[in-house]
């Protein structure tokens, strides 16, 4: 004759270690899903995607240079003394074209392109200064006051130096955008505030 057992109920202890055991598990498998997928909201997406160039495509041209200081190395913050900071020839973005896109201004170009090629940059939003408009602090970890009391950074557009920030400077077909370092307030990169 088999007597059979009855089997004895779960404790509440073993039910939560069931359940503990079964959310660690989904857990860990969302972990592993998002670590493997860059979430971005779509104008992150558009802010650092670089659009293919086509011949019906619109586009500009830009370039990132600090060669001036080469030339007043002695007035660099020591710790910026390197070819990390400032390359052997200047050169932080050499003359390369981006799409330009309807509305975009000499910024949304700038803030693109270095998020595309990673170049280390902090700016000032328009709404945290009394002009209006974003201000470029630092690229490459180059900041104003980086190399002497009157050096920062500029921009120009096919040569000239726009009276306008980078944010509100509209760009067309085919223009030419230069980020210049400054050591002397632009006179030393053709920038002559009188005219």
């Known amino acids: 004759m088999h007597i059979r057992q009855k089997s004895r109920p779960k404790t509440v202890w073993e039910k939560v270690k ?21 979430i971005q909201s779509v104008d992150e997406y558009y802010l650092e995607h670089i659009d293919d160039i086509t011949p019906e495509s619109m586009t ?15 007035d660099l913050d020591k710790q910026l003394r390197s070819e990390n900071f400032v390359p052997a020839d200047g050169v932080i973005l050499p003359t390369t074209k981006y ?22 940059t902090e700016y000032q939003g328009a709404d945290a200064n009394r002009y ?16 002497g009391p009157l050096s920062g950074w ?12 980078c944010s509100d400077y509209e760009l067309s077909d ?12 632009g006179h030393d990169i053709g920038c002559d505030f009188n005219d």
């Open 99 to 120: 799409v330009l896109r309807e509305g975009d201004t000499v910024f949304s170009v700038f803030d693109r392109a270095v998020r595309h090629e990673h170049i280390q």
């Open 18 to 38: 069931k359940n503990a055991l079964f959310l660690f598990a989904a857990v860990l498998i969302i972990a592993v899903l998002i670590k493997g997928v860059n």
């Open 132 to 147: 209006g408009t974003v201000y470029i602090q630092g690229i490459n970890y180059l900041y104003e006051f980086s190399c």
């Open 174 to 185: 085919g223009d030419v955008i230069e980020w210049v370092y400054t050591c002397d307030l």
């Open 154 to 165: 500029m921009y120009r557009v096919n040569g000239e130096f726009p009276n306008k920030g």
């Open 60 to 74: 500009v041209t830009m370039s990132i240079r600090c060669d001036t200081i080469l030339k007043n190395y002695n």
